[in-house]
C-alpha cells in the first residue's frame, strides 16, 4: 500500500490588472481622507482669520520725512473717537516705532488683530508730545458684519454660513465620486474621474484655501491638493470626458504642461496662483476654462456619438453655471465691499441680500457641476439637457428684463410722485413699482420663449395622427391584429425608429411578442422584466431599459382611470438619428399608451364577443340540423 505525501499549490501571482485595480482603490481610499480632513483642518483657521480685522475706518500714507501721517479718519470709529484727527503722525503701534513711512497695506497688517481688541497707538500732533490710545478693533461700518447687527445676525453666522456651504459642496462631489464607483464596474476611466471630482471639490470650500495660506506642512498638503485637483479636472474635463478617450491628442501637450506646473507649485511656492495678481490669476484660470471648451467644441463636431453629444452638453451647461455664477458673485462683491459709501444708504436687509447672493452664485454652481457630470456619466436621461438648456435660456433672460423693468419703473415712479406729491411713503412707491414686472411677467415669458425656441427647440412629439387609427369609427372595421400593425407601424414612422414591437400579457401574465414593425425586426418573443420594472409598467409609468436590452422604451398600454390594467407593452428600439426620448416624447407617448390600451381592450372584446357569437349561432345551427328529418 502506498501513500501519497499531499502537495501544496504554488502561489499564484497577482495578475498586472488586479495590482492596478488595488492600487486605484487605495489612490481612491487616500485622496477622499486627505480631503475631507483637509478641509476639517481648515474650518477653524478660515473662522479664526474672519475674525481678524484691522484698524477700520483709518487710512494713512508715507509722509515726506519719512513718518506715516494719518490722512483721513471715519468720524464714526473708534479711532476718531479716542482722538486721532487727520494729519496725526504716527509714533508707534503697541509700543513699537515703525520702520519708515508705512503704506496703507502696511499699517493694516501692523493693526490687525482679533475684532473687539485694543491696538495700542502712539501718536503726535504737530509738535505737542505723542499721546498713546488704546483703540478697539471693529468691525468696517460699511462691512457685512457691521450692517448686519442691526437684524440680530451675529459675526459668528456670517462666518460660519460659508463653512456650512463648504460642507454641502464637499458632500455633494463625495456622493458623486461614490456613485460613480458603484456604478462604474472598475473602469480606470471612472476612477480617475470620481478622484478629480473630489479633489476639485475640495479645492473650491473656502476651508481648503484658507488652510493653504499656513506655512507648515498641512499648508502644503493643501496647496498639493487645489493644484492636483485643478490639474486633474483640467485633463479630465478637456481632454477624457466623456468616454476616457483623449481628444485632441495633441491635448497630451497641454495637459503635460498644466501637471508640470502643478508640480512646480509644490517646491516653488511663487507658482502658486494665489501669490499672482488676481488679475493675472484670473486669466489662467479663464485660459484653462477656454482651452477645455474649444477640447469638448472639437470632440462635440467630430468624434463625439450621440448619446457623447448629450453627456458634453450637460458638461458645458455646468462650467457655463459656474462662469456666470462666479462674475455674478465677484460683481456682487464689489458692490458690498468696494462701494461701501452708497451701500451705507441702503437698507441692512439688502445688503444682506447682496451678501448671501455672492456666496450662493459661487458655491451653487459647483454643487450643479458634480449633479450635470454625475448624471452625463450614468447617462441618466441625457436628452432632457435640450429642455434644461431651453428652460435655462428662457428664465435668465426673463430674469434680467424684469430686473431691469423694475429698477427702471422704481427710478420712473419715484420721480413723477416726487414731482406730484410729497411726504408719500417708499413702500407705496414699492409697491406701485412692482406692479409693473407683474402685469409683464406672462406677456414677457411668452415673447421669449418664442424668441428662444425659433433658434433651440427642443423636440417634442404629438401622436394626433396615431390617435386617428384608435377612434371607434375604425376599430369597428378592424380587429386586433390590424390594429396592433397600425399602431406599431405609425409610432415606428414618427420617432424614426430601427425596431418597435407590441406585446400583449397572457393570462399567465407573460408578455409575448404579437406584433412588430417587420419582420427583419430581431426582437425577443417575450419580454422577460424584473419586478421593479413590472410595476413600473402596471403604473402606468414609461421606462428604459438596461443598457443591453436591446431595446431602448418600453410603454405601458394600460386600461381605466385609478385601477390601471395593463394590456401589453409597446416596445421601442434605438432610433435611427441616435435621438432619445426627453420628457415631452415621453409624456407624449405616456398618454398614447393609455389611448392604445383603451383601443385594444375594445378590440379585444368585441373580438371576443364576435367569437362567442359565431359560436352561438354555429351551435345554433348544428341543433337545427339536428331537427331536420333524416
Known amino acids: 500500500m502506498t501513500t501519497s505525501t499531499p502537495t501544496t499549490a504554488a502561489p499564484v501571482a497577482a495578475r498586472p490588472h488586479d495590482v492596478k485595480r488595488t492600487l486605484l482603490r487605495l489612490a481612491r481610499i487616500a485622496v477622499v481622507i486627505l480631503a475631507v480632513l483637509l478641509v476639517g483642518m481648515g474650518a477653524p483657521l478660515y473662522y479664526n482669520a474672519a475674525h481678524v480685522a484691522p484698524l477700520a475706518g483709518v487710512y494713512v500714507a508715507p509722509g515726506k520725512a519719512g513718518d506715516t501721517v494719518f490722512t483721513f479718519v471715519v468720524s464714526s470709529t473708534p479711532a476718531y473717537q479716542a482722538g486721532i484727527r487727520p494729519g496725526d503722525v504716527l509714533v508707534a503701534v503697541n509700543g513699537q516705532p515703525p520702520a519708515g513711512g508705512l503704506s496703507q497695506l502696511q499699517f493694516y497688517r501692523l493693526t490687525s488683530g482679533w475684532v473687539n481688541t485694543p491696538v495700542t497707538l502712539t501718536v503726535r500732533t504737530a509738535a505737542a508730545a505723542p499721546r498713546t490710545f488704546a483703540v478697539i478693533r471693529s468691525a468696517d461700518p460699511t462691512s457685512v458684519v457691521a450692517r448686519v447687527q442691526p437684524l440680530n445676525i451675529t459675526a459668528d453666522f456670517i462666518i460660519a454660513f460659508p463653512l456650512v456651504l463648504d460642507l454641502i459642496v464637499l458632500l455633494a462631489y463625495l456622493s458623486v465620486a461614490g456613485v460613480l464607483i458603484w456604478r462604474g464596474r472598475d473602469r480606470g476611466f471612472i476612477y480617475f474621474a ?24 498641512w ?7 487645489m493644484s492636483a485637483g485643478y490639474a486633474a479636472v483640467f485633463i479630465f474635463f478637456g ?15 497641454l495637459a503635460g504642461i498644466v501637471l508640470a506646473w502643478t508640480l512646480l507649485q509644490w517646491v516653488w511656492p511663487p507658482a502658486r496662483p494665489m501669490y499672482w495678481d488676481p488679475l493675472l490669476a484670473t486669466l489662467a484660470y479663464l485660459a484653462m476654462i477656454v482651452a477645455m471648451f474649444i477640447a469638448q467644441l472639437r470632440r462635440y463636431r467630430r468624434v463625439a456619438t450621440p448619446a457623447q453629444r448629450g453627456q458634453i452638453k450637460w458638461f458645458v451647461l455646468a462650467v457655463s453655471t459656474i462662469v456666470a455664477g462666479y462674475a455674478i458673485s465677484q460683481m456682487v462683491s464689489i458692490v458690498i465691499y468696494y462701494l461701501g459709501g452708497y451701500l451705507t444708504r441702503a437698507a441692512d436687509f439688502v445688503v444682506l441680500l447682496l451678501w448671501l447672493a455672492s456666496l450662493l452664485f459661487y458655491q451653487v454652481p459647483y454643487t450643479l457641476l458634480a449633479v450635470a457630470i454625475g448624471l452625463a456619466l450614468l447617462r ?18 426673463l430674469t434680467a428684463a424684469l430686473a431691469i423693468l423694475s429698477t427702471v419703473s422704481l427710478a420712473a415712479v419715484n420721480i413723477l410722485i416726487g414731482q406730484l406729491f410729497s411726504g408719500v411713503s417708499p413702500l407705496l412707491v414699492v409697491a406701485i413699482s412692482a406692479a409693473f414686472p407683474v402685469v409683464a411677467f406672462n406677456p414677457l415669458r411668452g415673447w421669449i420663449q418664442r424668441l428662444v425656441d425659433r433658434s433651440f427647440k427642443p423636440e417634442e412629439m404629438n401622436f394626433n395622427e396615431t390617435y386617428a387609427f384608435l377612434a371607434l369609427e375604425v376599430q ?155
Open 476 to 630: 369597428a372595421m378592424l380587429g386586433p391584429a390590424e390594429l396592433l400593425h397600425m399602431l406599431v407601424v405609425d409610432v415606428t414612422r414618427q420617432l424614426d425608429l430601427l425596431s418597435a414591437g407590441v406585446y400583449l400579457r397572457l393570462p399567465d401574465n407573460r408578455l409575448m411578442l404579437a406584433e412588430r414593425a417587420a419582420p427583419e425586426d430581431n426582437l425577443p418573443p417575450e419580454l422577460a422584466l424584473d419586478v421593479a420594472m413590472k410595476e413600473n409598467l402596471h403604473k402606468g409609468n414609461v421606462i428604459a431599459p438596461p443598457e443591453g436590452a436591446g431595446l431602448s422604451f418600453m410603454v405601458p398600454l394600460v386600461v381605466g382611470t385609478r385601477a390601471l390594467d395593463l394590456c401589453g407593452v409597446l416596445a421601442l428600439g434605438p432610433r435611427r438619428s441616435g435621438k432619445g426620448y426627453t420628457t415631452p416624447v415621453q409624456r407624449s407617448l405616456k398618454e398614447l399608451g393609455r389611448e392604445a390600451g383603451k383601443s385594444i381592450y375594445v378590440a379585444q372584446r368585441s373580438q371576443h364577443s364576435l367569437q362567442h357569437i359565431a359560436e352561438r349561432l354555429s351551435a345554433l345551427e348544428q341543433r337545427i340540423d339536428g331537427l331536420k328529418p333524416g
Open 219 to 225: 499648508g502644503w498638503l493643501a496647496n498639493a491638493l
Open 239 to 253: 481632454f477624457q470626458f466623456p468616454d476616457g478617450e483623449w481628444v485632441p491628442r495633441r491635448g497630451r501637450i
Open 194 to 217: 470620481s478622484l478629480a471630482l473630489v479633489s476639485f471639490g475640495a479645492a473650491a470650500t473656502h476651508s481648503l484655501q484658507a488652510l493653504a495660506r499656513d506655512p507648515s506642512l
Open 380 to 397: 441618466y436621461r441625457l436628452w432632457d439637457i435640450d429642455v434644461v438648456i431651453n428652460r435655462s435660456l428662457v428664465y435668465t433672460a
